[in-house]
């Protein structure tokens, strides 16, 4: 079992940074590749980011892609998103998500946080 807590949303104008941090509990943290999701209301919930077990491979969707980067800190069971450059359309609740392997689809994550919000002012 795995805890996602999400944090680091908030309202920036745009062009702007925001980085977005996902805490997990227990001590398998290593055991699971970690994934970044977004939704809007209305709208099916959107690839953002993976990243290995290791964090030696990433994976971006192509709207962020050279904006955002993934990474994570085994060692204090946390994963980031780091969004620089940010857009209006960026403007979405944002998840974690633990799987066995860095996948762009949901049904392949098997614990979700709560969800943070991101609102990019034009």
């Known amino acids: 079992q795995v805890h996602l807590v999400e944090s680091g949303g908030g309202l920036v104008q745009a062009g702007g940074s925001l980085r977005l941090s996902c805490a997990a509990s227990g001590r398998t943290f290593s055991s699971y590749a970690m994934g970044w999701f977004r939704q809007v209301p209305g709208k099916e919930r959107q690839f953002v980011a993976a990243?290995?077990?290791?964090?030696?491979?990433?994976y971006y969707a192509d709207s962020v892609k050279g904006r955002f980067t993934i990474s994570r800190d085994n060692a204090k069971n946390t994963v980031y998103l780091q969004m620089n450059s940010l857009k209006p359309e960026d403007t979405a609740v944002y998840y974690c998500?633990?799987?066995?392997?860095?996948?762009?689809?949901?049904?392949?994550?098997?614990?979700w946080g709560q969800g943070t919000q991101v609102t990019v002012s034009s």
């Open positions: 998500a633990a799987g066995l392997s860095p996948q762009s689809k949901t049904q392949r994550y098997d614990y």
């Open positions: 990243i290995s077990r290791s964090g030696g491979s990433t």
